[in-house]
């Protein structure tokens, strides 16, 4: 089996024809993402020569000269190595070796100088990959695509078009899709030609603009202007050009006059010929060489029509991703009671500027909703929807429909506190945010596919943000779709879930649940027996550490160099044996009998944040800063502590070591064993009645690292104060859900409980059983009485 390596394969294009080559089954395929050390050219040859690499395709964005320089000692590395034999550079648009008079592009000297490099080598047979113009640009954001968003020469969303010269300039193009598989099927050559073109489609201008009125159904307005105001970067600027500018400063740090710029160069290169294909000679047609053989491609005008006729299903689905299986299996109706439904709330306050700029209730909810709003065309997975077939978002088709949004998931609760909404909360439709005027409370609510905890941290950071810089609502009621862009990937789309070697992944799920599923004496709560039928209503009890007593945990833990985390967790497994123990004993003491010995062992499933393990937003096709930020990003892997004959300070060190452990370097596997580990885990959490009674863990950390205490209006008008926080979710087994975090210097330890199986006393027995074995095994001095903690 050949190996194919991408340099860039986790970039736009670059993950295109990775996945177009892994769907032949013909090749071994590994990505060369930018964390590969392209400084040295012996170090680039070392690998290419262990991985045995046949074929290099390099899918650079060529924008500077580091890049460029990465890909010569690429191409140098690969003509050293005997195993490479085929080199594919990074060209993926049109014939470059022509003068500004054709192709007024600067950067084409980057492709240049590639083209110099790959002469000059001995080994490599190379070609030039032509797809023209990528066509996806003509139906965004209504297509999904990899690319990011940008107009040229229309404008369909402003009903506009700007076309240089007389609009007779001709333009070949190719999807994506069907330029990554043409790419794919070239490597099945016997030699390849020089030039190697994948064009499905060559239209003027004006015929574009036929074809995207003919769709919409209504005209466009179309102006045309000199090539020469092109040739000085002095074009008409389209506005969702203009939108796109400001949405995106990280892409276009330098504003509009850097995107008019870009804009303004491909445009004249298409004016001045450079685009059609027409005009090629000696070049490899591959649409003609594997027609028949392979599934016809995407036109541009199947393209339009798709993208641009009215009321053409402009629904968005994912599928669900290893982590989001389980959630889904254990989804129940709306208006149903469910388990892991996630909430989070916080206890807020505004403070004006000027003694008369006090906010009533009723002034604060047109700003609250708005804000709410606001975050939903930022961040549309707000208002994603769970079905079976996955996350489904649909982009609203008019103001009216984004109102009737609104007016379900922003909820106005008079005379009620988060805790009533927690103790009655029920699965929505979707996401949903509740207000408390007289507590001065927001309540939110999602099912755990669209959230993870780091997920509502981030989403309270951003609400408040958007109070305090709010958007005008009239440029809130947007229908455009512009939004769909800022769609969340799966976690499954940021790591290399791949096996190793066929079937090792579920190998590998068995190996990481056999502690579990193997233990013998677990250590657990006590419940009556039989279980009773879970209740319909939700619970949870916070105890909350003084400031003085947290600072000395924390002083315990660093003079100790222990993590609070890691410490917490072994308070737990002591607090959890010495209930159960306790009951036992009781137990005993009623029917005469031998005392039951406590469990030995203690099974956790501990959270862990993906974040961190994905590549940089300018290394994938979700360009956004924030596209990791609300989502259900983490992973849960399976652990058992056995603290028999272990001081405490030992069991939070091996603790330490599971929580701090970086997960793909301590375990190389471990990415392909989630998702069948996931899926063998499902029938333990849908069988009726569950029965696991060993409480669960989640450490939200520190929250202030997250959740700022204070945010100034823009205005200058006041400031929005946080005074509060909560995390927490719902049960239907009779198990505890605990949860840690720090907020304003005290510590909380949070349980979340179902009432059918514990009293408010017993979780408050166990809350603060796990703050005695915290401040013994520390060794902290000077103890508070039990009240004050």
């Not at 709410?372 to 997975?381: S, V």
Request: charged share 20%; net charge negative; proline share 7%.
């Amino acid at each position: 089996m050949t190996v194919v390596a991408i340099a860039g394969g986790l970039g736009d294009l670059g993950r295109l024809i990775m996945e177009a080559l892994l769907e032949t089954g013909k090749y071994e395929v590994y990505a060369m993402s930018r964390k590969t050390d392209y400084s040295s050219e012996d170090t680039l040859a070392e690998q290419l020569t262990e991985k045995n690499v046949g074929v290099v395709i390099c899918a650079f964005v060529m924008d500077c000269d580091s890049v460029s320089e990465a890909q010569l000692r690429l191409i140098r590395a690969a003509n050293r190595c005997p195993c490479v034999n085929r080199f594919i550079p990074s060209e993926f648009n049109v014939e470059y070796d022509v003068g500004d008079d054709i192709l007024p592009y600067p950067e084409k000297r980057f492709h240049m100088a590639a083209r110099r490099e790959l002469a000059m080598t001995s080994s490599l047979e190379y070609a030039y990959v032509y797809p023209g113009m990528f066509m996806d640009y003509f139906g965004l954001p209504k297509v999904a695509s990899s690319l990011r968003p940008l107009c040229f020469f229309v404008d369909p969303v402003s009903g506009q078009a700007v076309l240089p010269g007389d609009g007779e300039a001709k333009m070949s193009m190719t999807f994506t899709t069907d330029a990554a598989r043409y790419i794919a099927l070239a490597l099945e050559l016997d030699e390849w030609p020089r030039i190697l073109t994948t064009a499905t489609s060559t239209v003027s201008l004006n015929e574009l603009v036929r074809l995207i009125e003919r769709a919409l159904g209504r005209k466009l307005q179309v102006r045309y202007q000199p090539v020469e105001k092109l040739l000085k970067r002095e074009a008409v600027d389209l506005p969702t050009n203009v939108e796109i500018a400001k949405s995106f400063p990280e892409r276009f740090p330098q504003g509009l006059h850097q995107l008019r710029a870009l804009i303004a160069d491909l445009e004249a290169g298409v004016a001045l010929g450079a685009f059609d294909f027409g005009k090629l000679n000696g070049h490899l047609d591959l649409v003609q060489a594997f027609e028949g053989r392979v599934p016809a491609p995407k036109r541009i005008e199947e393209l339009v029509e798709e993208a641009w006729r009215p009321n053409s299903g402009y629904t968005y689905t994912q599928p669900y991703g290893f982590q989001e299986v389980l959630y889904t299996a254990i989804s129940v109706p709306p208006g149903s009671h469910g388990l892991f439904i996630v909430a989070t709330a916080v206890t807020f306050n505004h403070d004006p500027a000027s003694p008369g700029g006090s906010l009533s209730s009723s002034d604060l909810i047109p700003l609250l909703r708005n804000a709410w709003l606001q975050m939903r065309q930022q961040y549309p997975t707000l208002a994603a929807e769970n079905r079976p077939e996955g996350k489904v978002y649909n982009v609203p088709s008019s103001p009216a429909e984004l109102a009737a949004w609104l007016a379900d998931t922003f909820v106005v609760t008079p005379g009620k506190t988060w805790t009533d909404l927690l103790k009655t909360m029920v699965r929505t439709r979707q996401m949903t945010i509740y207000f408390c005027p007289e507590a001065r409370q927001l309540y939110m609510q999602a099912e755990h596919q669209l959230l993870d905890g780091r997920g509502g941290m981030n989403f309270w950071d951003r609400y408040f943000k958007a109070l305090a810089s709010p958007t005008a609502i009239q440029d809130l009621m947007k229908t455009d779709g512009s939004e769909v862009v800022r769609l969340p990937p799966r976690s499954d789309d940021l790591l290399n879930m791949r096996e190793k070697k066929p079937g090792r992944g579920e190998q590998r799920a068995l190996e990481l649940l056999a502690p579990v599923a193997t233990m013998s004496a677990p250590i657990t709560m006590p419940v009556s027996l039989p279980l009773p039928r879970c209740s319909p209503q939700n619970a949870a009890l916070v105890l909350k550490v003084s400031t003085g007593t947290t600072e000395t945990i924390i002083a315990a833990c660093r003079a100790q160099r222990l993590s609070v985390t890691a410490a917490w967790h072994t308070a737990v497994v002591l607090a959890t044996q010495s209930i159960q123990a306790k009951h036992n004993l009781l137990a005993a003491r009623r029917t005469g009998e031998k005392p039951e010995a406590a469990g030995t062992q203690f099974a956790c499933f501990g959270n862990f944040d993906l974040r961190r393990y994905f590549p940089a937003p300018e290394d994938t096709p979700f360009p956004m800063p924030d596209a990791y930020a609300l989502s259900n990003h983490h992973c849960i892997l399976p652990y058992v502590v056995a603290p028999g004959g272990k001081t405490f300070s030992q069991v939070a060190r091996e603790l330490a070591s599971y929580y701090q452990q970086d997960l793909p370097k301590a375990d190389p596997e471990v990415w392909s064993a989630l998702g069948p580990m996931i899926r063998m885990m499902v029938p333990e959490f849908t069988r009726d009645p569950l029965e696991e009674t060993t409480p669960a863990l989640s450490s939200l950390g520190v929250v202030d690292q997250f959740i700022a205490s204070s945010y100034a209006q823009a205005d200058g008008k006041g400031v929005w104060r946080v005074e509060d926080v909560w995390f927490g979710d719902t049960l239907t087994g009779p198990w505890l859900e605990h949860f840690m975090w720090a907020w304003q210097g005290q510590l909380s330890l949070n349980s979340c409980y179902n009432p059918a199986y514990y009293t408010r006393a017993e979780v408050d027995e166990f809350n603060h059983q796990v703050l005695e074995k915290l401040l013994d095994g520390l060794e902290v001095p000077g103890r508070e009485p039990r009240w004050k903690l």
